[in-house]
């Protein structure tokens, strides 16, 4: 990773002064200063890390100029056809997609490890009924780390292998129990004898009162959406993992703190408001006014499920999720679905309005997610649960990287002060 080439600061009346230039496997080069604070006593300043490498990752990488989206050197749209969910999250920890055999043994440990403790169903009771689902998943989740202290033990890789697959065979029975609960349903339990997105499908739809047998279509459009969402780089939520992770937290407490990232409107909570903005829209008449309130800077709107950090061509998952859209809507025989042709005629009015190619806005993965989950009945406060659940495997194949990085340090940005100069405490009398 490491190239002869090196970067030299010159600054006035100081000697230049020499840095490392990192070669990646695809991507930007990055200019090693781990050493400018020593070396110079300087900082860099990036707030939002517009230029900044965290770390070095071996797991997912995206090329935001051509859209490419790569897990593991697969490209998104192969792995998304050939693949199942499963296989993508044994893809993402391990490195390698699982042959008959691995998939095999893998399959079955998750199906055997999908009930949480009974114990646990008793902190849904501590929640409003009415409460985001979301917030019942920081809490929930973060729960897990009261039951299995052990997971703390990450030095073994056996323990490490037990935390993944125990979190990503509950999280679907977590997110399920979340719905039920909004709804004053019974919790379902999980059916070993369905396939992991079908079992979802079931604990989330299915009722005690008779047998529940999901659409095959609808859930290999849901296998497929939980395969677009699996990991994206360092976004602000796996950054939080990460970040979290770092100080040695326990792995559950640190996925709690990244699905409270992940719920802002900015990043996962996007699928939600940009339902919320179609639904305000309304009609194809009125695009014209939103397009022209996006543009406007006086106005905090922004178009919703539209632009990337990254991404300065399509999001690869955006031209997936619009095709997933219209088989699902197609296969319920909504074709005529108002919202999706809304969507589609907001994309094209957008994608020739000079602001949007000017600022190189895209649809991105929450564009059309939300119309896809509305269709299957998924309602729109669990948008970004779907999102949690499916990301949860990249959360513990980012977060295991990290604590096995022999390079890892506690995460501890510096800052640029620009508060009060140093002063002494005056007597009350003289404030
Ligand atoms: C996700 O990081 C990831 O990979 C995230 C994600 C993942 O898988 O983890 O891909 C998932 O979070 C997708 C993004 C979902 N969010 C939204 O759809 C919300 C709407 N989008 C924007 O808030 C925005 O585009 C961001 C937050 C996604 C990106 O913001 P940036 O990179 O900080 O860019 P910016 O806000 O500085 O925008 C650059 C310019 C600005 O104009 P200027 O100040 O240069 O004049 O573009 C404008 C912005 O005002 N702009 C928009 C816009 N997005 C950016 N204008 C109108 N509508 C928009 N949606």
Redesign the pocket.
Known sequence: MTSERKATLIIEGREPVEFPILTPVHGNDCIDIRTLGAKTGLFTYDS?F?STASCSSTITF?DGDKGELLYRGYPIEQLAEKCEFLDVAYLLRNGELPDAEQKKTFVNIIKTHTMIHEQMARFYQGFRRDAHPMAVMVGVVGALSAFYHEAEDFSDATQRSINFNRIVAKLPTIVAMAYKYSMGEPFMYPRNDLPYTANFMHMMFGTPCEKYEPNPVLVHALDTIFTL?A????????STVRLAGSSGANPYACISAGIGC?WG???????E??LKMLEEIGDVSRVPEYIKR??D?NDP???????????KNF?P?AKLMRKICSNVLQELGLENDRLFKLALELERIALEDE??VE?K?YP????YSGIVQKAMGIPTSMFTCI?ALA?TVGWMAQWEEMITDSEQKIGRPRQLYVGAPRRDVPPIDQR
């Open positions: 939002g517009l995206i969402h990991d994206h780089e360092q976004n602000a939520s796996t992940l409107p900015a990043h996962g909570g996007a699928n408001a940009c996006a543009k800077k709107f922004k178009l919703m499920g539209f632009g990337h950090r990254v991404y999001d998952r602001y949007f600022k806005l991105n993965v929450d564009f999102f990301r």
